[in-house]
């Protein structure tokens, strides 16, 4: 089985700041990596699929970067609506598997 | 716009077997794979399976001798049934849609709202 690392496990940043999540896959999955913003009491919701591509509707300052095995989550201007835990996810192999989750919190 | 609604009982006994719904509105359960994720409480996101309309299955190895999940293309319902369940598998339940892009390529694109189901005596 694909293990996936997120890291950190939790940041504090400001409004305005630049935040970077980290994913690693214990094997190279190519490309095939999705990240979710999830906030507390709700449904996660899907931001980034296939590394790179912004799901519809997402705003424009989130970014996902990377291949085969390290993939990154950039939020380029942080805003308060984006203190949210945030995970990545594997789809190469079954069983699909996500990372741990990194919390963004407010400094 | 397409929703889904987990449905079940809320408190299932041990070594009982939990068994939840998700009926999809706004579009048609046809042509899509169908997944049931959970999210034991404080803790992380673990994928259970997925179902394809046409019925094929994948399940999660660590779960797999429990779980089946089936699908009922005429109600768009798809369902869920863990059995022999212990206070392990006390979680949020969430039935999601996934979106096949390329290659391998799949992700949950709509989720449910999720829904808490506590294993208890």
């Known amino acids: 089985d694909i293990q996936m690392t997120q890291s950190p496990s939790s940041l504090s940043a400001s409004e305005g700041d630049r935040v970077t999540i980290t994913c690693r896959a214990s094997?190279?999955?190519?490309?095939?990596l999705n990240w979710y913003q999830q906030k507390p009491g709700k449904a996660p919701k899907l931001l980034i699929y296939a590394a790179s591509s912004l799901q519809s509707g997402v705003p424009s300052r989130f970014s996902g970067s990377g291949s085969g095995t390290d993939f990154t989550l950039t939020i380029s201007s942080l805003q308060p609506e984006d203190f949210a835990t945030y995970y990545c996810?594997?789809?190469?192999?079954?069983?699909?598997?996500f990372g741990q989750g990194t919390k963004v919190e407010i400094k | 716009q397409v929703q889904l609604q987990e449905s079940g009982p809320g408190l299932v006994k041990p070594s009982e077997t939990l068994s939840l719904t998700c009926t999809v509105s706004g579009g048609s359960i046809s042509s899509y794979y169908w997944s049931w994720i959970r999210q034991p409480p404080g803790k992380g996101l673990e994928w259970i399976g997925y179902i394809y309309y046409s019925g094929s299955t994948s399940y999660n190895p660590s779960l797999k001798s429990r779980v089946a999940i089936s699908v009922d293309t005429s109600k768009n319902q798809f369902s869920l049934r863990l059995s022999s369940v212990t206070a392990a598998d006390t979680a949020v339940y969430y039935c999601a849609r996934v979106r096949h892009g390329y290659g391998y390529s799949y992700y949950f694109d709509y989720w449910g709202q999720g829904t808490l189901v506590t294993v208890s005596s």
């Open positions: 996810q594997q789809s190469y192999s079954t069983p699909w598997a």
């Open positions: 094997q190279s999955i190519t490309s095939y």
